[in-house]
Nanobody
Framework: QGQLVESGGGLVQPGSSLRISCVASGFTFEHYHLGWYRQAPGKEREVVSCIDSLGSRTYYADSVKGRFTISRDDAKSTVYLQMNSLKPEDTAVYYC?????????????????????WGRGTQVSVSS
């Protein structure tokens, strides 16, 4: 059975950088599109960034464009999110998501159970 495990979250000061990772197992990683979603308390889920299975297409939410970078290493079955110039409003639980439909991943509107794989999340807190 496939799973995604996130790591690398923590408490950092505004303006800091952080890289979170997600390791996959139990499925053919290179066949899947990958995304990072986040959800803050009392707020709706937000699609932060996506990358397609070939690594040729990426998407970033306007709120993180120019600050965050998504990448994937198929040899390690790992997807990363490099986060720079962090702001307090970036505070949230960050989830790694995998699906074989890029548009569905990119839109992020489907119920959680509709996605092929969903991690348990890693907390990122930005505060002085």
């Amino acid at each position: 059975q496939g799973q995604l495990v996130e790591s690398g979250g923590g408490l950092v000061q505004p303006g800091s950088s952080l890289r979170i990772s997600c390791v996959a197992s139990g499925f053919t990683f290179e066949h899947y599109h990958l995304g990072w979603y986040r959800q803050a308390p009392g707020k709706e889920r937000e699609v932060v960034s996506c990358i397609d299975s070939l690594g040729s297409r990426t998407y970033y939410a306007d709120s993180v464009k120019g600050r965050f970078t998504i990448s994937r290493d198929d040899a390690k079955s790992t997807v990363y999110l490099q986060m720079n110039s962090l702001k307090p409003e970036d505070t949230a639980v960050y989830y790694c998501v995998a699906d074989d439909e890029y548009n569905m991943l990119r839109l992020g509107a489907a119920p959680r159970v509709a996605y092929d794989y969903w991690g348990r999340g890693t907390q990122v807190s930005v505060s002085s």
